[in-house]
């Protein structure tokens, strides 16, 4: 089978693709601590006997074992200068049992680190690991990559753009996600796959995430969004423990059934995970041999994301706009915060704009004399650290541009390239590159063409040479261009008239800066919302406007009722039922809302159903200083200790003003408004300012909840979890001692009775570590400690940890520190 039959055989029939890999070769000897891919190519002839009962079973495709083989992951096993060799043995050991009978995948796992601010890499380093991975799978003859088990969409984002920069190879794009169809850093389905699509990969999907019924609503979200093929390899159910084993309850004959579930949902490549076995793909082959894939014709959604938040732009939809305040043109104050590199007035501008209702936020680094494109890197990554909102990069600099997509998770919209050539070949090579959406200005080297057909001959331009560039409908807009009516006003209506031809000819998106047209003329507000108002009836998609103007914002509110975007005029009554004449004091009230996308989903037509998300919680009661906390503000928490301390009691700061930041945080993270980016940079604000505090709190003050032992158990290289939950818990008071990972057993008794620790805390993310837990348990009895045991780890479950007489189980981070809370004896 050749690799370029791919896509032509996934329209003709599902295919199925092999299992599990690490728990079959730990029953023939591998043991916890080795290097699972050094040990796979020490013994060729057990892993080509693997492969080769894959391929008996059915399997159309089998993975490379080189799930780890990457410089970061070997870095762990002092192995990080043989990455080429590793992954081209891999590669051909699994082309020498294929025989030509299957494709050969070459298997690409996440990394193990967290990109800033959260972590210590950036887009360019993990360019750099997933390319030099990626390149020695290509050379030694793989036929696909397949890029699985990312649980942050940032990550998975880079792998992906990797694979294409150095090979041709076809992509599949695995995320995997949590209960709650979120992953670790809080992407859902939909979010995922409309960053992942605009990428093209062959397909997109999930695997890991628990069993196939868990794994089912995240096809079926999938499913219903696009008619990209989706790939699915879920585990052989949630793992149980039993006589002291690790085991997956789900027979082949249950994953059998549960594949046609799969494939009805969607699936075009179906596949197993932990605890599948030869048996298990069997069953599945046999269930779905001669059948076709369930044909899906999804519509073409338009939307711009953030890593957790996807805003849908379109007739359908709620009225989006893009707020405009993140500008420093003529605005001295900010332009000098900018030049400054301090980007404290940028952030406050984009809270503030998110608080009054905007989905979207241009940003704009345009001050002369700065390194645009090192300060649109610093914006970007502290503007997506402080709100989770999608953004527009507002440049003329490629550099510039180029800069905020690498460090922009989620897709962005590119303002703008204009109609010459020059700017369509830089710009447009660099949407499609990094999957973004793309704003065209019908203007070129002669300006703004005063009639509306010749703007649409630009429209137009930019329209063919963007398509001739890969990208899709869904990725183009155009900017019609509005004069100021002060200067060119014959000009107004031929930018509506234009708008109207792009819409009917081109039918892509629409965005318009309004407020220009008012420029120079007394009362602006009044002509930019009657403009506003016309452009909306016009077909405008995205204005860019002020959301802190009452005006604009309450004609905004009018459209959406009388354009019938407001349904039952919902919003429209909620905001003005009861509520006088609104002026200045209303323009923090939103109205513009992102789409709902988890509960839109469930709803049986293809159609979006418009739902409204609930509003930014507020603030109130929470001091200067919690709000810092709150906010994840790191860089200014100090400047405000150092400005509210003096005369103040410093444990009363912490008492009054840190934990309530910390624990507002908390709060949301378990209402789903914050994900784990947002908690940990409170967290790690609390624990600057802590840090800060703690050389003048009296010693009475500093007595800890409790010593917390934390540990990944032995065989267990994965830690990004435990780390966080050490994050947190220092917030929290408790001292931690963190042994980092890969613990033996005696290791982390030694230690724990060292230091008389009232908890250990165990982490583990690979099932057949999981009995190293009961081994730690069994040794806190033996040993009469009185120290009680949690248990956490992306394949945990309470059931198992009551199995192996665990005190407590933290499904999450945060649930780490209730749970720990409440097996201590405060006093």
């Not at 990457?70 to 051909?92: F, I, M, T």
């Not at 059998?256 to 799969?262: D, H, S």
């Not at 609390?686 to 703690?694: N, R, S």
């Not at 966080?724 to 008794?749: C, H, Q, R, S, W």
Request: charged residues 20%; proline residues 5%.
């Amino acid at each position: 089978m050749a690799a370029y039959d791919v896509s032509a055989l996934l329209k003709e029939r599902c295919l199925i693709m092999d299992g599990a890999m690490g728990t079959m070769l730990q029953k023939h000897g591998m043991q916890p601590g080795m290097c699972p891919e050094l040990f796979a190519i020490q013994n060729e002839a057990l892993l080509e006997n693997i492969h080769y009962q894959y391929i008996q079973a059915g399997a159309d495709i089998i993975e490379t074992f080189s799930f780890g083989a990457n410089y970061y992951k070997l870095q762990a096993y002092g192995l990080e200068e043989r990455v080429a060799e590793l992954n081209q043995e891999a590669v051909r050991l699994a082309r020498q049992a294929s025989g030509g009978k299957a494709l050969v995948a070459a298997c690409v796992g996440p990394t193990g680190q967290l990109l800033k601010p959260m972590g210590t890499v950036d887009f360019d380093d993990l360019l750099r690991v997933f390319s030099e991975q990626i390149t020695a799978c290509d050379k030694a003859g793989a036929d696909l990559i397949c890029i699985e088990t990312m649980t942050d969409i940032g990550e998975l984002r880079a792998a992906v753009i990797a694979a294409q920069s150095c090979s041709k190879l076809p992509i599949i794009a695995h995320m995997s996600f949590e209960n709650g169809g979120r992953t670790m850093m809080g992407t859902d389905a939909a979010t995922a796959l409309f960053i992942l699509e605009a990428l093209n990969p062959l397909a997109i999907g999930a695997n890991c995430s628990g069993g196939a019924k868990e794994m089912l609503p995240v096809i079926e979200t999938m499913g219903r969004l696009s008619d990209i093929y989706l790939s699915v390899e879920p585990n052989a159910g949630l793992p149980m423990f039993t006589n002291g084993n690790t085991v997956f309850p789900d027979s082949p004959e249950e994953m059998a059934e549960q594949a046609l579930r799969l494939r009805q949902a969607g699936a075009n490549i179906i596949g197993g995970c932990c605890g599948t076995t030869p048996e298990h793909i069997q069953a599945m082959a046999a269930a779905l041999r001669g059948m076709g894939p369930v044909k899906r014709t999804s519509a073409r959604l338009r939307a711009l994301a953030s890593r957790s938040r996807a805003v849908l732009i379109g007739d359908s939809q709620d009225l989006a706009f893009i707020g405009e305040r993140i500008n420093p043109t003529a605005r001295k104050k900010l332009a000098a915060d900018i030049k400054a590199g301090q980007m404290n007035m940028v952030v406050e501008e984009a809270r503030l704009q998110v608080e009054s209702g905007a989905p979207i936020l241009d940003v704009n680094m345009g001050v002369p004399g700065i390194d645009e494109a090192e300060a649109m890197t610093r914006a970007v990554t502290e503007i997506q650290a402080a709100v989770d909102r999608p953004i527009s990069i507002d440049s003329t600099r490629p550099e510039a541009i180029e800069a905020g997509l690498k460090n922009y998770v989620g897709r962005p919209l590119i303002n703008s390239t204009t109609a010459e050539d020059k700017q369509l070949d830089v710009i447009l090579p660099l949407a499609k590159k990094y999957g973004a959406a793309v704003l065209g200005l019908c203007l070129d080297e002669k300006g703004i063409p005063p009639r509306s057909e010749d703007r649409l001959k630009l429209a137009g331009k930019i329209y063919q040479r963007a398509k001739s560039y890969g990208l899709r409908d869904q990725d183009i807009y155009i900017d019609c261009l509005v004069t100021t009516a002060g200067a060119e006003q014959a000009r107004v209506l031929e930018t509506l008239i234009t708008m109207q031809k792009v819409k009917q000819e081109l039918k892509v998106g629409t965005v318009l800066g309004v407020s220009n047209v008012s420029h120079g003329l007394p009362q602006r507000e009044v002509l930019t919302s009657t403009f506003l108002a016309m452009a909306w009836a016009a077909g405008l998609d995205l204005p860019i406007m002020n959301p802190f103007d009452a005006r604009v914002r309450d004609v905004t509110r009018a459209a959406a009722v009388l354009l019938n975007r407001d349904v039952g005029a919902s919003l429209y009554i909620e905001h003005f039922q009861n509520k006088p004449t609104p002026g200045k004091s209303a323009v923090r009230h939103q109205l513009c809302h992102s789409c709902n996308i988890p509960e839109l989903l469930n709803a049986s037509a293809l159609a979006p159903e418009k739902v409204a998300a609930a509003a930014p919680p507020s603030q109130e009661g929470l001091s200067r200083l919690g709000r810092a906390v709150l906010e994840g503000d790191q860089q200014n928490i100090i400047a405000l200790l150092e400005e509210i301390l003096p005369g103040r009691d410093p444990l009363e700061l912490v008492n009054q003003d840190l934990i309530p930041g910390i624990e507002e945080a908390g709060l949301r993270y378990d209402q789903k408004v914050y994900f784990l980016p947002q908690l940990m940079m409170s967290a790690e604000t609390m624990k600057k300012a802590f840090g800060y505090l703690k050389p003048l709190l009296q010693e009475e003050a500093l007595v800890s909840r409790g010593t917390v032992v934390l540990a990944t158990v032995e065989g267990d290289i994965h830690d990004i979890g435990k780390n966080i939950v050490a994050i947190m818990l220092e917030n929290y008071g408790f001292e931690v001692v963190d042994l980092g990972k890969d613990v033996p057993a005696a290791t982390i008794l030694h230690e724990a009775e060292r230091r008389q620790a009232n908890i250990i805390g165990l982490s583990a993310l690979m099932t057949t570590t999981m009995p190293r837990m009961a081994e730690v348990i069994e040794g806190v009895r033996n040993r009469g400690l009185s120290c009680k045991v949690m248990v956490g780890g992306a394949v945990l479950t309470q059931e198992y940890a009551d199995l192996i007489g665990a005190d407590g189980f933290a499904a999450d981070a945060r649930k780490a520190i209730t749970v720990a809370t409440g097996l201590v004896d405060i006093k």
